[in-house]
C-alpha cells in the first residue's frame, strides 16, 4: 500500500519551509551573537546553535539519506504538492518569510544594533559587538546563499558544510580580523595603552590553520 498522497504533500510541505527555517535561525543567529558579545560568544551558545539549526534545515534532505543507509525505509517525495491548499501555504510561509522577516524586519533589527552600539559608546563600552552583530544580521540573505553554495548534497552535506564555513573562517576572515586587530594595537600604543594582547592576537588570527594542523599531527 503506498503512502496517502495527503501525507506526502505534508511531508513535502515540511522540506520545501526548510530553507525558510534556515532563514529565521541565521537571524536568530546573529540576535545572540550580540547577547553573547559577538568577540567572546560561547561554544554551544545560541550563537553556534542557531547557525548548526540553520545548515541542518539546509541540508536536510541529504541528511535524512542517513536512514535508508541504516536500512530504515525514508519515502522522501518528489516536492510537488498536489493538495491545493497546502501548497497554498507552502507559498505563503515561505513569501511571508522572505517579504516580513528578511526584506522588512532585519534591516529594522540591523538598526536598532546600530543604535544600541551608539548607546554602548555613550556607556563607556565598546561599540564594536553591537556594530558586528549588525552586519552579520543585514548579511543573512548573503550568509544563507555562502552556505549553500557549500551544499554538496551528499550524505556528508551537514559536515561538509561546517568544514567549509572553517575555511572560510581561517582563508577570509581571519586575516580581515587580525588587520582590525592589528589597527587596534597601534592606536592603543599611539594612547598609551597596552597593545602587546593584540599584537597577539593579530599573530595568532594569522597562524590559526598553523596551529590547528599542528594540535592534529601531534594526536
Sequence with gaps: MGTPQLLDDVISVLLLLAPSAALLSLILAGVSL????????????GFTKWMLWAIVFLTLQPLLSWFTWFRVAVPIPPGVIATGWLSNVQSDLSQFVHNFFVQRLVPTLAAFFVLRAILDAAAGQHPLPSILAAMFVLGTQTTYSLLQSYDTGTQYATVDVLDSLWNHLVGTI????????LVGAILNFATSKPFLRLVAVSLAMLTVSAIWKLLTSMM
Design 174 to 181: 581571519m586575516p580581515i580580523a587580525a588587520v582590525l586587530a
Design 34 to 45: 550580540r547577547r553573547e558579545g559577538t568577540m567572546t560568544f560561547t561554544i554551544g551558545g
